[in-house]
Nanobody, 124 residues
Framework: QVQLVESGGGLVQPGGSLRLSCAAS????????MYWVRQAPGKGLEWVSY????????YYADSVKGRFTISRDNAKNTLYLQMNSLKPEDTALYYC?????????????????WGQGTQVTVSS
């Protein structure tokens, strides 16, 4: 069956770094645009970044531009998010999601597949 399994979250101090990974299985990873989205407590879903099927095009929310880097390895069916210069406002549950088409959406159900999420907490 389809699985997206995120890992790499945790507690980090402001200014620190984390690298999230998302292992995909059960579908043809290389046919899907891949997304990182997040949800902070009491807030709606926010798209963070997404990457094209071949990895040549990447998009970032203004709130993370210059600090986060998305990448993918189609040979390993894995999506990554390198997060640097983390801020307390980056605290959220981070999900990876897959969609056949481009363009982030505002609910997880708008994606074809999504994972269970990994918690990122930025605090001193």
């Amino acid at each position: 069956q389809v699985q997206l399994v995120e890992s790499g979250g945790g507690l980090v101090q402001p200014g620190g770094s984390l690298r999230l990974s998302c292992a995909a299985s059960g579908f043809t990873f290389s046919n899907y645009w891949m997304y990182w989205v997040r949800q902070a407590p009491g807030k709606g879903l926010e798209w963070v970044s997404y990457i094209s099927i071949g990895g040549g095009r990447t998009y970032y929310a203004d709130s993370v531009k210059g600090r986060f880097t998305i990448s993918r390895d189609n040979a390993k069916n894995t999506l990554y998010l390198q997060m640097n210069s983390l801020k307390p406002e980056d605290t959220a549950l981070y999900y990876c999601a897959a969609k056949r088409t481009t363009g982030a959406v505002t609910t997880l159900r708008g994606y074809d597949y999504w994972g269970q999420g990994t918690q990122v907490t930025v605090s001193s």
